[in-house]
């Protein structure tokens, strides 16, 4: 996992935009059953932490412990790499939106093996996602060491016993501010806020993230992104890549 220090820079407005889709989140609850007790790891604000068992958090950045919602979980300032539990000290762990940022995925995951019985990871498959249209108009992310280097799910399966693997469709009106949300709404995209909550864009440098919203606009304006991607605003859902993924004791 990130050290924390990404998510000090650009993780203050984090709250303002992300949060948990409701379709999504019975996904993951599916995936948790049974569970008693759980592990959230890179568990930011608590997007997508159950709140009928018992929950403990990780996340390593003071800016995003800070926007915690009263009543959440309590969380403990730490890295997946070296998680401060004993061997099975939870039911099941779970990761959502966090591995393609973590310094070793390898020491993570098996750091959720050991203290989990199951393991949930919410991720994306990368080679889907960098075919997304946004790359079209922000290459630059295509580099960043986050996406480059991202996991894929077969990856996790080296570490893990896989035993699950769902596709997780982003609906239409996806109320999490996740970079895929807004694969039918790229207006979104033009407003700072919205792209602050995005690691993916947040990330580029403010040279390379102004060209790709000239961009955007100027195809908006144009017409060119409709004519491009237009059918994708009468699509109900869309298939970004993500995965769940569903490993360890079954139920």
Do not use: K
Request: hydrophobic residues 45%.
């Amino acid at each position: 996992m990130t050290d924390g220090t990404l998510y000090e820079s650009i993780g203050p407005g984090y709250a303002r935009t992300r949060r948990p889709d409701p379709r999504i989140a019975a996904r993951v609850r599916s995936a948790l059953r049974g569970a008693r007790t759980l592990l959230n790891v890179g568990a930011g604000t608590g997007n997508y932490e159950p709140d009928d068992r018992t929950v403990v958090a990780v996340e390593p950045a003071a800016a995003m412990l800070a926007q915690r919602p009263p009543g959440a979980a309590p969380a403990v300032r730490a890295v997946v790499e070296a998680l401060p539990f004993g061997d099975t000290a939870f039911d099941a762990a779970l990761a959502t939106f966090t591995v393609h940022l973590w310094h070793d995925v390898a020491a993570g995951l098996a750091e959720l093996r050991r203290v989990a019985r199951r393991q949930v990871i919410l991720m994306t498959e990368p080679e889907i996602g960098r075919r997304f249209w946004l790359t079209r108009y922000f290459p630059e992310t295509l580099a960043l060491p986050s996406e480059a280097h991202a996991p894929a799910v077969a990856d996790i399966g080296e570490h893990l016993s896989v035993w699950a693997v769902e596709a997780v469709p982003v609906p239409a009106d996806c109320t999490d501010g996740f970079v895929g949300a807004y694969w039918n709404r790229p207006e979104a995209f033009l407003d700072p806020a919205v792209r602050a909550g995005m690691s993916i864009l947040a990330q580029l440098p403010p040279a390379a993230a102004a060209r790709g919203v000239r961009r955007l606009r100027t195809d908006l304006a144009r017409g060119t992104w409709d004519a491009r991607y237009g059918h994708l605003r009468t699509l109900r859902t869309y298939d970004y890549g993500y995965r769940l993924v569903v490993a360890g004791e079954q139920d």
